[in-house]
């Protein structure tokens, strides 16, 4: 059984410390709208506040899509899941395995082979070396890169760079999947395969929580929404109810 939790869960950007509170003043002046973002946190430091006491709870047949414009909030909120992001406050608690679509390049040392950087992958991920022999024959098929696995990354196009990486993130199913935007790679022939790919993986997931700004997309594969404003969750329950919400505002 999947399952995450937040508990009053904050996260905090420190700028910097300015010896003049009369500096301080004028920049906590001059944010108006984004006023309550700014905090002072003592010692003359401020900070931008992304997240602020988010508390919730997702489980198994979870589909959420976050909802917010840029700034809102959502990514900030998928590394804090991915645990890329500590809270500054708060607790964050999760069951089963959880992988991330949003830093796709990780691991990926230029001077690496592909056949390298495929195996520093299935570290990260946490894919022991026989079920990472057990990919390479799918990853080898799906990216179509033929001898370029044998080549060191540096002499890849970012294209297939981006191939490599989606192809090898793709390769498993884990328990919770966070993803920011769908994602585009190469040409039209294989964006569709990507696609293909990606949907299946996402149909298999126990959680899925997705980062979007479009709204079918989100009506696609999501079943609750939350809406982010400022940090803050603004709303969380259906999505059409989220987006029909979030749209009037």
């Known amino acids: 059984m999947a399952s995450i939790e937040l508990d009053q869960v904050s996260v905090d950007f420190p700028l910097f410390s300015s010896r003049s509170r009369g500096l301080l003043n004028t920049l906590l002046g001059k944010a108006q709208g984004h006023r309550g973002r700014i905090e002072d946190i003592g010692g003359g430091a401020i900070a931008v506040r992304a997240l602020r006491n988010v508390t919730l709870s997702f489980k198994d047949g979870d589909r959420v899509g976050l909802i917010g414009r840029n700034g809102a909030g959502k990514s900030t909120m998928l590394r804090v899941l991915s645990s890329v992001y500590e809270p500054t406050s708060g607790v964050m608690r999760s069951s089963g395995h959880i992988s991330s679509l949003i830093d796709l390049m990780l691991g990926m040392d230029p001077e690496a082979s592909g056949y390298e950087f495929i195996a520093t992958r299935c570290v990260v991920m946490g894919i022991n070396s026989k079920d990472a022999k057990a990919l390479v024959l799918d990853i080898e098929e ?26 090898v993130s793709t390769a498993v199913a884990p328990d919770i999947l966070l993803m920011d935007e769908m994602i585009g790679v190469g040409d039209a022939q294989f964006i569709d395969k990507a696609r293909i790919r990606l949907e299946n993986m996402m149909s298999r997931v126990k959680i899925l929580v997705l980062a979007s700004h479009s709204d079918p997309i989100l009506k696609t594969f999501c079943n609750q929404g939350i809406w982010l404003n400022e940090g803050q969750i603004r709303m969380h329950g259906n999505i059409d109810d989220c987006l029909a919400a979030y749209h009037a505002s």
């Open 142 to 167: 799906f990216t179509e890169l033929g001898d370029y696995l044998h080549l060191p990354v540096r002499t890849y196009s970012s294209g297939m760079m981006l191939r490599l990486a989606f192809a």
